[in-house]
């Protein structure tokens, strides 16, 4: 790093911030940044997708609005309100029915990161900052108390239980059957009426919720059309 770093010309240097003692390069040009990366610098926010002014404005105008607040100590603690971002919390059963995660993704499917407690999602639009307008062009994960930044692809997912599925784009991805436990009879048959209303849920065919196992039974039977399985049918939910 130390060869790379002497080798740079000062106009260079905007293309670099530091947070929390540490270096990101956010530039735009790919070959900088995987020379960067090679040098060992941390590059997540750099790339052809990278947005400087949006990285500029985080450090500048959102992150110090933590040494305003308390910032919280466990999930328990209040949200503060000046904080901008909404907050995130780790699906467990602590947090009951208020989890609210994040998980990104790179172009083969496979998972780059997951977030909840103690992270916050910035997601682009506009902010008012202590009577300020910013506007942000990307979507962020950001930890205050670290002082630490994250840019999103456009593949990443919000998971939380208002919006029942994992969606990305208008996509469903995966259902999470415990979701469903309340709206289920002392039969384990599901509350169509419920389902409906709360989610935009129609069931067709038979399906059961099993307790012991936590999980929806698609089950075959005479009042499924052509003998297949049950199925759910789900309108587009999205972030």
Not at 200 to 213: K, L, P, Q, R, W
Request: aromatic share 10%; glycine share 8%.
């Amino acid at each position: 790093m130390k060869e790379y770093m002497s080798s740079m010309k000062m106009e260079d240097m905007n293309n670099f911030v530091v947070l929390n003692g540490k270096l990101y390069f956010i530039g735009t040009d790919e070959y900088e940044r995987k020379i960067a990366e090679e040098a060992g610098i941390n590059t997540t926010l750099g790339g052809k997708e990278a947005l400087p002014e949006d990285i500029i404005q985080i450090v500048g105008e959102i992150l110090p609005k933590k040494d305003e607040v308390k910032l919280p100590e466990n999930d328990k603690d209040e949200t503060p309100e000046e904080l901008p971002g909404k907050r995130l919390y780790t699906k467990n059963t602590e947090n009951d029915t208020k989890w609210d995660m994040v998980m990104d993704y790179n172009e083969s499917s496979e998972e780059t990161g997951r977030w909840g407690s103690g992270y916050y999602l910035l997601t682009k639009g506009e902010y008012e900052i202590d009577g300020k307008t910013i506007t942000l062009k990307k979507d962020y994960i950001i930890d205050y108390r670290n002082n630490e930044l994250m840019g999103l692809s456009e593949r990443y997912m919000e998971w939380n239980i208002e919006a029942t599925l994992a969606v990305s784009k208008g996509l469903i991805l995966n259902i999470d059957p415990t979701t469903f436990e309340e709206f289920v009879d002392a039969e384990g048959d599901l509350k169509a009426n419920e389902l409906r209303e709360k989610f935009d849920v129609e069931i067709f065919g038979d399906i059961t919720y099993d307790a012991d196992i936590k999980a929806l039974l698609f089950n075959k039977s005479i009042e499924n059309k052509l003998g297949e399985g049950g199925y759910l049918k789900l309108a587009r939910k999205r972030c």
